[in-house]
């Protein structure tokens, strides 16, 4: 028979094929740990690498390897450590900062990084046309949020200046005790002027100053290649200070979007790092590889809004009877299953030291009494409810649990809706909906990056909810300098928070990946932010003695800096 | 024929601009913008976007703008990707589609036409009952099936390929080709072997028997090349499909082709990037039909003979 021999022979010659390409090749894990190469998975295609002009957590991963701010976090996230500045100064009043930069610090091309680069670059941020969405961070210094809105035009009014190229002043609007965290954010990162003026104005959007070959940044690692929607390489920055702490050559960051094809680069030995974990593997990798799977508290809440401007929503009872209703560890063992903390205030506990005494409980019998004095005893006459997430496996696995303890507890009948992610956004932002998902994630360690969004003027307030006296709390914590004090303000708001509820907390997220046991120097952090300066790798089959971070990790003078938070 | 093709084409032009016509309209009617965030844009913020990106104009003269910029050729800035034009994704995306679209057709083709005519050959046996149920298999098995399965056995069980990547480890792109062209394959090999056994039966392969030729001239040269017409007239909307619905395989083994942004762009109301691979898709779509209209004159006289004088 002709053709059943052919058909042999194609296959033959398939396999044979096949096995030629691929057989025991040497594992990007493997060739990784040996080169000093890390593989890591980023989520996604960054949109941009410009800190002015990106937002997400995707870029700023990128920026923290190609660009450094005056200060940084501790690997542990628990402490700020001197980067681009080496040291400051607070004045009495904690008005007014006093930044040293170092004398050493240079831009990837040599140039020395100056004073006047963070002007430049704090200048840029707040330029009213180049669209910064986090322009609103720098709304803590003097005049910056009159100059980004155009009502100044003159940027010598606002609060920075360089009296030298090693010095920075900065004047704030009011004492800010988180002010030295938001110098971490990357809308406070320098760039390059000469580079970035060199493909267009400071203030045009997306022009090519941040292509390989023309990125200039100060941070330890520099941009060598962008391969879009393939991959990014950054390679060491030889000019950088702390060049001697660096220990990766390189650092290639993968854009993988779907969390199951991540897991199974990460089980072929294709990534040392992932950006997520599919939670259905959560149970195996505990069973089997536990040292790979690093599961952490996250500075994050997962909560459900409520649209207080209409009926019956408008009723704090129901508001409360719903909040009462819900069993949030049954939700978070049963369903997220990452080990998540079930919230029962809006701020993640042990925020920076503070901790919400007001929390909200799980008690049945309140819930029912409560839906009763509101006039739905039994829920009879309770006009139903719809609750909207944003289209999600995960989201609609936890709506649907509690729409059956409304249901058992409280006997209220609730609608599903799933909506397509910028249309969820467009209900929401219209107050188009009743019960709506939501997440949360803070953008310094301080329970005020959660707390000033409830107020009646904050854009992040979408549930027409407003309560003056929250308001006159929330300003007078932003203008208290002494921590304990401004921690017992904050304690009245959310203790006014969390018998109003504008919103429903259900639990903290925890940060989840999977990190292969030669990547040293990976630590747990709140903020999930780690810095790769402070990683290496290591083949694991010559393990070292600790994972756990020693004191010659950080340079000396990290130690001895005038650590002011 | 030349005058076929150059009338095929100018048809083409109203096709084109009606589905921009409909593509723009349905965007700009889906609610959410391209701006659009978790945390609140500030007001100033989104105005100053929405100058720079001429979205504050009324939408007829949106639309204008956008179609004088395409017809020479730019096809405008990204929403998502501020330092990206469309031009430059399409630019990035579409080589590695089409490659992979190739592969994954060729794969189709070897093994749908091998498996066809072998079937077709020896109707009711076991060579027929064994390609035809794979190849029911095969159109039943979706993508996002088939590739986890194949990544399972070749790539974390055997260990034999890698897992997920394109051009980054050797033998990285062999999985998603015979991925994406698997379903395809299952169509050629029933369709292969439909119009073969249909052949096969005709009075003119008798007549070719009779004449006492060879068996394999009779199958290679005549049989196939009348047996094989449905196959071609499968290969214009095949490939078209075969390039636009990569997205489920792209995500699967992470391959940086355009069905990712395809798809994506609608999502993330990316106005440029959306109508910019429409249209892509749209030409692509109208050019392989002709093609294969083409090649099926040329192969088959009868559909020439309507062609040139229908």
Redesign the interface.
Request: with cysteine; hydrophobic share 35%.
């Given at each position: 028979?002709?053709?059943?021999n052919?058909?042999k022979a194609?296959l033959s010659a398939a396999f044979l094929f096949?096995?030629s390409?691929?057989?025991?090749?040497e594992t990007?894990v493997e060739s990784g740990t040996r080169q000093g190469i890390l593989h890591i998975g980023n989520g996604d295609?960054p949109?941009?690498?410009?800190p002015h002009?990106v937002?997400g957590r995707i870029e700023s991963d990128l920026c923290l390897a190609l660009l450094e701010g005056l200060v940084g976090w501790h690997p542990e996230g628990k402490r700020l450590i001197p980067a681009a500045a080496k040291s400051w100064e607070q004045s009495e009043d904690a008005r007014t900062y006093r930044f040293h930069l170092r004398e050493d610090a240079k831009w990837s091309n040599g140039d020395p990084v100056t004073a006047a680069d963070f002007v430049y670059s704090w200048r840029r941020a707040l330029l009213?046309?180049?669209?910064?969405?986090y322009?609103?961070m720098l709304y803590y210094i003097r005049n910056a949020e009159r100059f980004?809105?155009?009502e100044i035009t003159d940027f010598s009014q606002v609060g920075i200046t360089a009296p030298d190229d090693l010095t920075l002043v900065v004047e704030l609007e009011n004492p800010t005790p988180f002010f030295l965290q938001l110098l971490t954010h990357m809308s406070y990162y320098p760039v390059h002027q000469a580079t970035v003026e060199a493909f267009g104005a400071a203030d045009e959007?997306?022009?090519?100053w941040?292509?390989p070959g023309n990125h200039v940044g100060n941070g330890p690692f520099k941009l060598k290649e962008w391969?879009?929607?393939?991959?990014i390489v950054v390679e060491k920055n030889e000019h950088y200070w702390d060049a001697g702490t660096v220990k990766l050559n390189q650092i290639v960051f993968?854009p993988?979007?779907?969390a199951?094809?991540e897991e199974?680069?990460f089980?072929?030995g294709?990534l040392h790092i992932t950006n997520n974990m599919p939670v259905d593997k959560i149970a195996h990798y505990r069973q089997e590889r536990p040292g790979a799977l690093k599961i952490f508290p996250f500075f994050s809440t997962y909560y459900y809004l409520f649209n207080t401007t209409a009926t019956p929503l408008d009723q704090v009872k129901v508001r409360q009877a719903l909040t009462m209703s819900i069993d949030r560890q049954q939700i978070v063992d049963k369903i997220t299953k990452a080990g998540e903390i079930p919230a029962f205030s809006y701020t993640p506990p042990d925020t920076n030291g503070y901790t919400a005494t007001a929390q909200v409980r799980y008690d049945l019998e309140r819930a029912r009494a409560l839906l009763a004095e509101a006039g739905y005893p039994d829920g009879t006459g309770f006009p139903g409810l719809e609750l909207m997430y944003n289209t999600s496996e995960g989201h609609r696995r936890i709506a649907i649990a509690i729409q059956q303890m409304w249901k058992t507890n409280l006997n209220i009948d609730v609608t599903l809706t799933n909506q397509?992610?910028?249309?969820?956004?467009?209900?929401r932002?219209g107050k188009d909906y009743q019960v709506a998902r939501a997440?949360w994630i803070g953008d310094y360690l301080d329970p005020n990056t959660f707390l000033d969004m409830y107020t009646t003027s904050?854009?992040?307030n979408d549930t027409g909810w407003s309560h003056r006296r929250y308001d006159a709390l929330i300003a007078r914590a932003g203008a208290t300098t002494d921590q304990d004090r401004r921690f017992a303000l904050f304690q009245d708001a959310e203790s006014i928070l969390m018998t109003e509820l504008p919103i429903m907390p259900i639990y903290t997220y925890v940060s989840k990946s999977l990190v292969s046991p030669d990547v040293r120097g990976w630590r747990p952090n709140i903020l999930d932010i780690h810095p790769f300066k402070y990683i290496s790798l290591v083949p694991s089959a010559d393990e070292l003695s600790a994972d756990d971070l020693s004191a010659d990790d950080l340079s000396a003078d990290d130690l001895s800096a005038d650590d002011a938070d | 024929m030349f005058k076929f093709i150059l009338k095929r084409l100018l048809q083409a032009i109203p096709v084109l601009l009606l589905v921009s016509i409909i593509t723009f309209l349905l965007i700009h009617a889906?609610?959410?913008?391209p701006f659009?965030?978790?945390?609140?844009?500030?007001?100033?913020?989104l105005k100053?976007?929405n100058e720079?990106y001429k979205l504050d104009q009324p939408v007829h003269v949106q639309f204008y703008d956008y179609i004088s910029h395409a017809v020479r050729g730019d096809l405008g800035?990204s929403f998502?990707?501020?330092?990206?034009s469309v031009n430059?994704?399409i630019a990035?995306?579409f080589p590695v589609t089409l490659e992979l679209g190739c592969y994954a057709l060729l794969f189709a083709l070897?093994i749908g036409i091998?498996?066809g005519?072998?079937a077709s050959?020896?109707p009711n046996t076991w060579?027929d009952y064994l390609p035809m149920t794979f190849a029911t298999i095969g159109i039943c098995l979706p993508a996002y099936v088939l590739g986890?399965l194949l990544?399972l056995v070749?790539?974390?069980w055997l260990?034999?390929?890698?897992?997920?990547?394109?051009?980054?480890?050797?033998?990285d792109k062999?999985l998603p080709s015979i991925t994406l062209g698997s379903v395809y394959a299952a169509y050629v090999a029933r369709l292969s072997r439909g119009g073969m056994l249909e052949t096969l039966s005709r009075d003119f392969i008798r007549t070719a028997r009779a004449k006492g030729m060879p068996e394999?001239v009779i199958i290679v040269r005549h049989a196939m090349r009348v047996g094989l017409l449905p196959v071609v007239s499968f290969l214009g909307p095949a490939l078209a499909g075969l390039l636009s619905g990569s997205f489920v395989v792209e995500?699967?083994?992470?391959v940086?082709?355009l069905g990712?942004?395809f798809v994506q762009g609608a999502?993330?109301?990316d106005y440029t990037l959306i109508l910019g691979t429409t249209l892509l898709f749209a030409s692509l779509i109208i050019v392989f039909n002709l093609i294969a209209d083409v090649m099926l004159a040329w192969l088959d006289p009868k559909v020439r003979q309507e062609t040139v004088h229908g």
């Open positions: 028979m002709i053709t059943g052919a058909l194609v096949i096995a390409c691929g057989f025991n090749y990007n295609e949109r941009e690498l410009d002009v937002t009213p046309a180049l669209g910064n969405n322009a609103y980004h809105q155009g959007r997306g022009t090519r941040t292509r391969v879009l929607n393939r991959s993968y993988i979007q779907n199951t094809t199974r680069m089980r072929a294709q397509d992610w910028k249309v969820y956004l467009d209900k932002d997440g904050s854009g992040n | 889906a609610p959410g913008g659009a965030e978790e945390k609140a844009v500030p007001p100033e913020v100053h976007l720079r800035p998502k990707y501020p330092g990206r430059e994704i990035a995306g070897l091998g498996s005519v072998c050959l020896n060579q986890p990544v070749f790539g974390i260990e034999w390929l890698p897992v997920a990547g394109w051009e980054l480890i050797p033998g062999i394999a995500t699967i083994f992470q940086p082709g990712r942004y999502f993330n109301r």
